[in-house]
């Protein structure tokens, strides 16, 4: 096989239909054609590539021609694991072996995936006893282990001890750890090789935090963002901060004199007590964040602050706090000037980088929370960030409230030639972009909505039953919603995805569904791992799967597994999310139009998007929230026919034989 092997978009899919069952779709090739025009003219490109035109090829095509030639390096973003997966595992071996192009491809997840020593050491001196067996085990398993991937360890691996021996970032002295020096390091082996790579997969999640940390270790050209419509909730989620007494506790842990001493034992055994009196001094501090948390916590669940939310977002500074938040940033101010001592003093008795990189992993976290306190304490940049506390789970959160011009900001740090944003929902209403190009501030040079390539007319029938037309908002709801699935799923006999929008409705319906026998059966989210439980729904076909959010996409089930799928409401965001809380505080009541439309219309695509998977599925979409019938919702499901009542004996003629 040759690397420089120059060959055309056409040919290669000639070859593809030459070497495999693949039949020529004019679309697919079309987005092939944008994305390479994209890359050759170094443009930004906006698709919409409805299920069944084949995304991936799409987008791998254009990338073996210009590695041809240009040779051209290649980095494709994805939001979800299962697509990595499927790209490393399916796509990129079978168009190497079709092709006959030698492209070199490979994988980098986040960090914490990939097995560290220097962390397995100390983790063999803490929690030894209790793991003695399974630590033996995988230092076996890490001697033979080219990657260090620790997905690919064969036993079952506690959460516990995966967080002590994979790689963290803020913890690795890098080019001072004696295992990265031996060539032992699976971590840093496997990112100084990745520019030998032409192609590399790797996600959001991954790309971001790189950046933010420096850069990206490989030297891209071209970016490829598949399943593009997550790119704002993960901007969001990659600039916001988190903190809480639990997770202060976690990184602050007792003993950590000790974890700091013990990495270089020979030089600083002598000063252990006098790095226990800095370790006292933080444990106050710990007393202070204690305290400073419960009266947060007591205050969010005073009734009169607080009705029944579980998230409280703040709009004005808690002025009762400020006291003890002071003195948080004081006690802060002061140990960070201690450990500033301590650093010069590792420096003048000649340690080797090992305690410094602890010594400093502490003095970050110490550095992160105050000034997380600090902002709190002022609302800083309120109202672009939204402040809130989590009742349920005891943590604050700073939250960017929009996220534009973020992306921008992290592709100037290291920036691609051209940038390639696709997936199969990344507009509300089938047409335009405005949405996506103002919430991310980020404008597309060519952009373009590709038609679906199935017959939803044939494929597909929308019900909205006229006689079920219960405000979402009554208490009555759950119950009328369960006992309407209950009859529509009886009647049509399984086969069924039911997606539902709050754990309420699901409760509810869950206990109406197993209180008798059914002649189908049934799984629920949260009862197994997600991947099982899809397995399983589509393995016995007539089965029905209840799930929450994370089943209103990424479930791909072609087949009369899934012929019929129902929703309890319209997938609205949440507007007790501080997000919401604060986009309303904003915009007032253009919000509903700007935020929570879109929002909901996209959510929607994507649920509909699981009923019709290849051309010879044939299904039904029941939708038990007559507000469908307003806001131009029913302009997405064109051309399907629409009824607006439940008939079983039609609507298991249409499915069944086609009718
Ligand atoms: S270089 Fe960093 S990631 Fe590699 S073994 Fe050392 S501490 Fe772990």
Known sequence: MEKSKVLSIDSIYELLEKKTDLEKRLNQINMSNLIYKGMRDCKITFIEA??????????????????????????????????????????????????????????????????CWLRFDEAFRTHGLIYQNELDSIRNWARVSRDGDLNEYDDFLVHELKDV????????????????????????????????????????????????????????????????HHLPEILSSACTRQISKGSLNYFLPRGFALKIVDREPDILLSVLNDLKSLENYVNNLKISYENFFDELQNYCIDPKINKDSKIVTFHKTLSFLEKKGNEIIDISKKILKEFDEWEKFFQKVGTKGLADAKLKYYKRKIDFYALAISDFLSLNDYPNFSYSFSVEKGYLSIEPVYVNGILKNFLDLQPPKSVTLYSATLTPDKKTFSYLENELGFKADNKIVYESVFNYKKQAKIIIPQNFNIDPKSSLFSTQVAYAVE???????????????????????????????RKYRYFFQGEKPNIQLVEEFSNDSSSVLFGLNSFWEGIDVPGSSLSLLIIDRLPFPNPNDPMMIMREKNEGREVFNKSYLPNAKLSLRQGFGRLIRSKNDIGVFVILDFRVLKWGFLELFRPCDILYSWEAELVRKFVWEGE
């Not at 987008?59 to 973003?77: A, M, T, W």
């Not at 032409?198 to 270790?217: A, Q």
């Not at 009647?491 to 008798?516: C, Y």
Request: glycine share 6%.
């Open 487 to 517: 009859r529509i799923l009886d009647d049509f006999g399984g086969h069924a995805l039911v997606l539902f929008t709050s754990q309420k409705n699901l409760n509810e319906t869950k206990r109406l569904i197993m209180s008798k026998k």
């Open 50 to 115: 409805p299920t069944g035109i084949g995304k991936t090829y799409s987008s791998l095509i254009p990338s073996i021609v210009e590695i041809g030639l240009n040779n051209s390096k290649i980095l494709y973003l994805t939001a979800k694991i299962v697509l990595q997966d499927q790209l490393i595992k399916k796509d990129l071996p079978n168009l190497h072996k079709i092709v006959e192009v030698d492209f070199k491809y490979g994988l980098l997840k986040g960090r914490s995936n990939y097995f």
């Open 165 to 228: 021996i994979s790689v963290d970032y803020e913890d690795c002295p890098g080019r001072k750890c004696p295992y990265l020096l031996s060539g032992a390091c699976h971590y840093f082996r496997l990112v100084n090789s990745l520019n030998d790579l032409d192609i590399l997969v790797s996600n959001y999640h991954t790309f971001f935090f790189n950046l933010i940390n420096g850069s990206f270790p490989f030297d891209f050209d071209h970016i490829l963002m598949d399943e593009a």
